[in-house]
């Protein structure tokens, strides 16, 4: 069992930073990709930006030039940086992390956060 854990968020004015860290643990072989979510409101769950182990990086088209995903030194660790930040911004954050529990498996990680508010106001 994978347990992920998302840590930072809050509120913050529009054009201001805030950063969100995520921590998976647990039974895992190799994590092969972490992303971070969002869902706003009515609105439906988007990939915001997502690292994968071989130093590929996706940004969402909203948040490219102002948001920055990072690996942490320790294992299974992600960050995301958010600068400029914009009222459309606020929303759920939720941290994903796909990949292997053990060795000759099929990829069979796929967990999620429970989640860290982000709320921007103008």
């Known amino acids: 069992q994978v347990r992920v854990v998302e840590s930072g968020g809050g509120s913050a004015q529009a054009g201001g930073s805030l950063q969100l860290a995520c921590e998976a643990s647990?039974?895992?072989?190799?994590?092969?990709?972490m992303g971070w979510y969002r869902q706003a409101p009515g609105k439906q769950r988007e990939l915001v930006a997502q690292?994968?182990?071989?130093?590929?990086?996706y940004y969402a088209e909203s948040v490219k030039g102002r948001f920055t995903i990072s690996r942490g030194d320790a294992k299974n660790t992600m960050y995301l940086q958010m600068s400029s930040l914009k009222p459309e911004d606020t929303a759920i954050y939720y941290c994903?992390?796909?990949?292997?529990?053990?060795?000759?498996?099929?990829?069979?990680?796929?967990?999620w956060g429970q989640g860290t508010q982000v709320t921007v106001s103008s």
């Open positions: 994903n992390a796909l990949g292997y529990s053990r060795a000759g498996a099929r990829p069979d990680v796929d967990a």
């Open positions: 647990g039974t895992i072989y190799t994590i092969n990709a």
């Open positions: 690292s994968n182990s071989g130093g590929g990086t």
